[in-house]
């Protein structure tokens, strides 16, 4: 129970790596909003079949609005917020297509959630952690953003401005006790995910397996407790030894 009573916002909360996130958090202790463009009552209603109980909020991650109003709501219900895994991304909807046939609506497209989304939710969390001096954000990238991938190159773009957004905001919050920190997972089965990159990844590995989202999950707790004190700005690469950096 290393997050008895801490309150957590998992983003993309409803199915697939985000919920299993939720379900880890929940499980150390933490009560949790689930946040989601969509049907986030699932990921309530699954953290309730297994014993715990959650919060759902339906939330657009590139609404400045919204997710305003997801922090406020928290705060409202729990009392404050602790911990923000940013989470929620386009990926199970890309197209793969070389970069030349990528339009600039989708690039932005792909960017205003999985980039400008984090911006907005850390901009909206920060606050409540700084007043406090308590805070863990962890933010969600990828493999692929240390080693590439082909035909996804808006999808890669936006991890990688992650890693970098990660360490410039462990240099500004460090000071009032909110750690900032990222977690790179490899191909994850999962819902939705790209099948076409999963033998690939297997073989790139130094344990040559499937990696599952409870893989993923132990990583996301582990920087959200206090065993995690003293880490900020640090990018984990839970991928099964692909990715050394």
Known sequence: ??????????????????????????????????????????????????????????????????VRAMV????????????LVNNAAISQELKLTSFENISKSDFDRILSVNTVGVFLCCKAAVPVMRSQKFGRIINITSGTAFKGAPFMLHYVASKGALISMTRALAKECGADNVLANAVAPG???????????????IETRAIPRDAYPDDISGAVAFLASDDARFITGQILAVDGGSVYH
Not at 72 to 83: C, K, L, N, P, Q
């Open 1 to 66: 129970m290393r997050l008895k009573d801490k309150v957590a916002i998992v983003t993309g909360a409803a199915t697939g790596l985000g919920l299993a996130m939720a379900k880890k958090l929940a499980a150390e202790g933490a009560r949790v909003v689930i946040a989601d463009i969509r049907e986030p009552e699932r990921g309530v209603e699954e953290l309730a079949r297994v014993g715990f109980e959650a919060t759902g909020l339906q939330v657009d991650g590139a609404s400045e609005d919204q």
């Open 72 to 83: 406020g709501a928290a705060v409202e219900r729990f009392g404050t917020v602790d911990i």
């Open 187 to 201: 191909y994850t089965l999962s819902e939705g995910n790209l099948a076409a990159y999963r033998k690939l990844a």
